[in-house]
């Protein structure tokens, strides 16, 4: 069997870890010293596939043996019922033995074998079934995974809570998994619910620059094609995340080659739009329709709309239905039902002329406290577009 094949097949079941069990190792290191564990401390060893990119959080306790082939610091691991992946590690294995504590970087040993390991395969019960959704997804180097609880995951910074200083230190969040597919089309951002997605293929950005993102071409589950880009939805590490029975896994979104989903094999699935950002719980119903037009001459059309400014790269903040203006002199906040049209002169500069319902029009020097304009689209849910593309803005109440 192939490697490829060998990680296709890789998730059939999953193995329930026995973290109260005391683990015995055998360890062979470079030097042809051995060394016999008494107990082995590791919890996990992250694994990075061969020649791929994918990262897998390997529990110890659910090895048999690992053994260094070819350049050395190639492994493979053995799984208790005899799967096999093949990567590189920097982690270290520890334990204790009859001289007290030990430690040796896995990148130095021939081997490593888990005496009481094999002897649990037989007996090993399965574990159950994460929620969530169950996917294929093939990487760049063409090697398949089958992922269950599967997720879009994201990195954003925040300040310190509570902090004092004046430049406080940011603390990061590397962990917001969510179950839908951040996508950008013509400027708008908007998700794609796991639930209606049949199959992603992606293509790598063309741009080397950090936050370039890949190209998405979706086909749903009711046969729609959806054609963009992955949207840098948060600050950055985009990545494909789940679990596998070898552990948990990561891949950078952009090393992501297809993602097919397994809807026949999902447990418990949620359908999950990029509102669920929306601060406190709120909902889109300002009564307003907005009407986009960018520079390019695109127009986008927005339900209960709001202007909002972007925080984190996905959080809605400050959501309002009224636009800080400078006219002459006077900075003023006009209402959205005392605006029918407000047209920009200048790409990415906010000065132009608005149009009132009556016919006025006055000029319009700046325009400030908002970042982003938003709201439901008839398509793809809830979206929204960068204020820096659009010429135009037209608003009508409903009724």
């Not at 110890?60 to 799984?79: M, Q």
């Not at 799967?83 to 007290?100: C, I, M, N, Q």
């Not at 300040?159 to 179950?179: F, H, L």
């Not at 059309?301 to 002459?328: E, M, P």
């Amino acid at each position: 069997m192939s490697r490829r094949g060998l990680i296709a097949f890789a998730v059939v079941t999953f193995i329930m870890t026995c973290s109260g069990l005391a683990q015995e190792a055998k360890v062979v290191d470079t030097k042809n010293v051995e060394v016999n564990l008494a107990k082995v401390t590791s919890r996990h060893i992250e694994v990075t596939l061969e020649n791929s990119g994918a990262v897998l959080r390997m529990p110890v306790e659910n090895l048999s043996r690992i053994v260094a082939v070819g350049d050395g610091k190639t492994l493979v691991f053995t799984t208790i019922d005899g799967r096999e992946v093949r990567g590189t590690t920097s982690d270290s294995l520890e334990g204790e033995w009859e001289l007290g504590e030990y430690a040796v970087r896995l990148s130095r040993v021939k081997s490593v074998v888990f005496h009481a390991q094999a002897a649990k395969a037989a007996t090993m019960p399965i574990a159950d079934q994460p929620d969530g959704f169950v996917l294929t997804c093939t990487d760049s180097a063409g090697m398949a995974i089958e992922i269950y609880s599967a997720s879009f995951n994201f990195t954003y910074s925040y300040p310190a809570a509570g902090n004092w200083i004046p430049y406080p230190p940011t603390r990061r969040s590397e962990n917001n998994p969510r179950q839908f597919l951040p996508m950008e089309i013509d400027y708008v951002t908007v998700s794609i619910p796991f639930a209606r997605i049949e199959s992603v293929e992606l293509r790598p950005p063309t741009s080397k620059s950090y936050g370039a993102m890949p190209t998405a071409r979706v086909t749903t589950t009711d046969g729609k094609v959806v054609n963009g880009q992955v949207a840098a939805y948060g600050e950055g590490n985009w990545r494909l995340t789940g679990k596998t029975a070898f552990g948990d896994f990561r891949l950078e979104i952009a090393k992501v080659a297809r993602v097919e989903f397994q809807h026949g094999k999902d447990k418990n699935p949620t359908t999950e739009y990029l509102d669920r950002d929306i601060p406190g719980g709120q909902k889109l119903e300002s009564g307003f329709t907005v009407r986009a037009t960018t520079w390019g001459g695109r127009e986008h059309v927005f339900t209960d709309a709001c202007v909002f400014n972007l925080g984190d790269g996905h959080r809605w903040g400050y959501q309002s239905t009224s636009l800080n203006l400078a006219i002459g002199e006077s900075q003023n906040t006009v209402e959205f039902n005392k605006i029918k049209a407000l047209t920009f002169n200048t790409e990415g500069k906010f000065q132009g002329s608005l149009t009132t319902p009556t016919g006025t029009t006055v000029a319009v020097g700046s325009l400030s406290n908002v970042s982003h304009i938003g709201g439901k689209t008839q398509e793809s849910g809830p979206g929204y577009l960068a204020l820096k593309h659009v010429k135009i803005i037209e608003i009508v109440k409903k009724n």
